[in-house]
């Protein structure tokens, strides 16, 4: 009885060791492995003639804003503060001045506040600004003219993704071409989506 009682110990032993080695030898899911879900968000810049189509709208980190002029007046997009919507942000990002037709995609490298505005002219006291992730009852500065009331554009997402590559870039001196990004930009990672122009990301906010 003592034999059969060790030999059951022991595999029960051995049993336990295997599902030990099964289950440490499986897999990690790890938190990058898993497809990451972003959102595409349309912002017309030229508006209503000065403003932007979406100025106060949520982006989560990975997220893409398409940034598409419209109109024949020039217009820029430039990163400022809440403090100051109209002041350049020092460091900040700068996409240019261009008409239409000139469209370009930006990453949202980390969820933070943005805030955006263009520098062309009185662009920004007529209400040409906007912001991204704004502070709980933030409230705009009341000098400044009310923006014009954003509109719900088509949302190209959410998409899901396994990764997504993306570079700094510097568009101040980026010219307008035809349903593209400029040739003088650096491009990047490609992102399948349905309308030209709008298949590449150049950059991170």
């Known amino acids: 009885m003592a034999k059969i009682a060790r030999k059951f110990q022991m595999s029960v032993v051995l049993l336990i060791s295997i599902l030990i080695v099964a289950v440490s030898s499986q897999p990690s899911s790890a938190p990058e492995d898993q497809p990451v879900s972003i959102t595409n968000h349309v912002i017309k810049v030229g508006y209503m003639g000065t403003g932007f189509s979406q100025n106060n709208f949520t982006a ?51 969820k933070r506040t943005y805030v955006f505005f263009s520098d062309v002219s009185d662009d920004c006291k007529n209400g040409m600004y906007g912001g991204i992730n704004l502070p709980q009852g933030y409230v705009w500065p009341e000098q400044l003219t009310v923006p014009p009331k954003q509109i719900e554009t088509p949302n190209l997402g959410p998409k899901p993704t396994g990764s997504m590559t993306t ?30 122009g709008y298949n590449i990301i150049t950059g991170t906010l």
């Open 60 to 110: 989560g980190k990975g997220d893409v804003l398409y940034w598409e002029w419209e109109g024949e007046l020039k217009h820029s997009v430039i990163e400022s503060t809440p403090e100051t919507p109209c002041v350049k942000k020092e460091g900040g990002f700068d996409l240019g001045v261009h008409k239409t037709p000139f469209n370009v995609s930006i990453a949202v490298e980390e």
């Open 167 to 196: 570079m700094g870039v510097n568009s101040a001196n980026a010219q307008p071409t035809q349903g593209s990004v400029s040739d003088s930009l650096e491009i990047s990672s490609s992102c399948d989506l349905t309308k030209p």
